[in-house]
Structures are given as structure tokens and as C-alpha cells.
């Protein structure tokens, strides 16, 4: 599981809240990656991270913050969540040229 | 996790037997190619990679065979067994290095192995 952890591992919340997900991991790993995955559109990067306090966008990063204060963490913000960012959230590492991912993080918004 | 195998193309197989799953890939610049299996409910789980320079690469009974002539990658399942059943999805990338380093997902194939 290259040492990700993610969390919440569940969550239902409603339209307008925000909400937050945390990525963990143990191996000091410098880029990390938030992506979205849903049926038909496969793996979309949200936003990822080439150090702390280094970020950039993704493909889909309308309605996304993203922060990494410190090298193990990397936290995903809706700010305001809507139904359409109902999905599975998973958090990668780069480990050699290859990413790794965490176990996801199943997110439903009514 | 199973919402992940809904529209996907599917191959069935029966245990025992040999399993070819296929991918194109869009970049020709592209030099660097990971497969992934998904199972149900669990995030994707690194099973092979080749580089562009290689047109075969073999692991424990899988098998990645890349060309770039028509820009294909196709997964050697052999053997496969009921614990294989799960979706499968190449990824491509430029490069290892730099903060453009990203990744692209096909969107995958499910697999289901009768027993």
C-alpha cells in the first residue's frame, strides 16, 4: 500500500458543505496526487504536489483546494460540495516513475 | 468500488485459462507504461510496467507487450484465477522527472474469471 493512508474512508455529507480529505503517508515522498474516479471517466487528476507548499491544477480542478504544509500530508477541500463531486477521491504518490495510490475515499453528497 | 466496472468492455474467462487484456494508448511521445488491477472497493494496485525501449517485459505470470508502431499495449494474464477478476487500466507518461510529470488512464477493463 506504499504507506498511504487516507481518511475519511467514507463520507456522506450535503450540498454546500465543505468538506475535507486527508492523504497520509510514511515514506517521504515529494509529489503526491489527488484524482477522482467515476464510472465512464476513469482516473482524473484533481490536483497534485511537487513539495510543500507546491501545488498545481489538474484536468479537473474546478471546485478543489488542495494544501501540504509538511511533506506527509495532502489535504483535498471542497469548499462548497455539490452533488456532482459525489465520487471516489484516491491519493497517489510517486514512488520511482510509477504512482502508487491510497485505498480511496467514497465520498456522497446530497 | 464495483460502480468502477460499469461501462467498462468486459472479457470472461475460465480459470486456467490465459487472459489478454488490450489498451490504446494515446501519446507517441509517450515513454513510459504502467498496468494497474483494481479490485472492488480498493484502490488501483501496481502490477507491471515497461519502457519504451522494450517491446516485451514479464513478471510473474503476466506478460506486457507494448507497440509503438500502432501505439497498443496488451496484459498476458496466464493461468488466471478467480482472485484476477477485477478491472485492469494502462497508464502512460513523458518522462520520470520535473513537476509536468502526470499520468494518463485508459479507463479500463473488467475482468471476470469463472471458476
Known amino acids: 500500500d506504499a504507506g498511504i493512508t487516507q481518511s475519511p474512508r467514507h463520507k456522506v455529507t450535503e450540498t454546500g458543505t465543505p468538506v475535507t480529505l486527508r492523504c497520509h503517508q510514511t515514506?517521504?515522498?515529494?509529489?503526491m496526487y489527488w484524482y477522482r474516479q467515476d464510472p465512464g471517466h476513469g482516473l482524473r487528476l484533481i490536483h497534485y504536489s511537487y513539495g510543500v507548499k507546491d501545488t498545481d491544477k489538474g484536468e479537473v480542478s474546478d471546485g478543489y483546494s488542495v494544501s501540504r504544509s509538511k511533506t506527509e500530508d495532502f489535504l483535498l477541500t471542497l469548499e462548497s460540495a455539490t452533488s456532482s463531486q459525489t465520487s471516489v477521491y484516491f491519493c497517489?504518490?510517486?514512488?520511482?516513475?510509477?504512482?502508487?495510490f491510497g485505498p480511496g475515499t467514497r465520498l456522497l453528497v446530497l | 468500488g464495483e460502480s468502477v466496472g460499469l461501462h467498462l468492455p468486459t472479457l470472461s474467462v475460465q480459470e486456467g485459462d490465459n487472459s489478454i487484456i488490450n489498451c490504446a494508448y494515446s501519446n507517441s511521445a509517450s515513454d513510459y507504461f504502467i498496468w494497474y488491477k483494481q479490485e472492488s472497493g480498493k484502490g488501483p494496485q501496481f502490477i507491471i510496467d515497461i519502457r519504451s525501449n522494450m517491446d516485451k517485459r514479464q513478471g510473474q505470470r503476466v506478460t506486457v507487450l507494448l507497440n509503438k508502431t500502432v501505439k497498443h499495449l496488451s496484459l498476458q494474464i496466464a493461468a488466471t484465477q478467480p482472485g484476477d477478476s477485477a478491472v485492469y487500466f494502462c497508464a502512460e507518461t513523458m518522462g520520470s522527472g520535473g513537476s509536468n510529470y502526470k499520468l494518463t488512464f485508459g479507463k479500463g477493463t473488467l475482468l471476470t474469471v469463472n471458476p
Open positions: 497517489a504518490i510517486k514512488g520511482g516513475e510509477t504512482q502508487y
Open positions: 515514506e517521504n515522498h515529494r509529489y
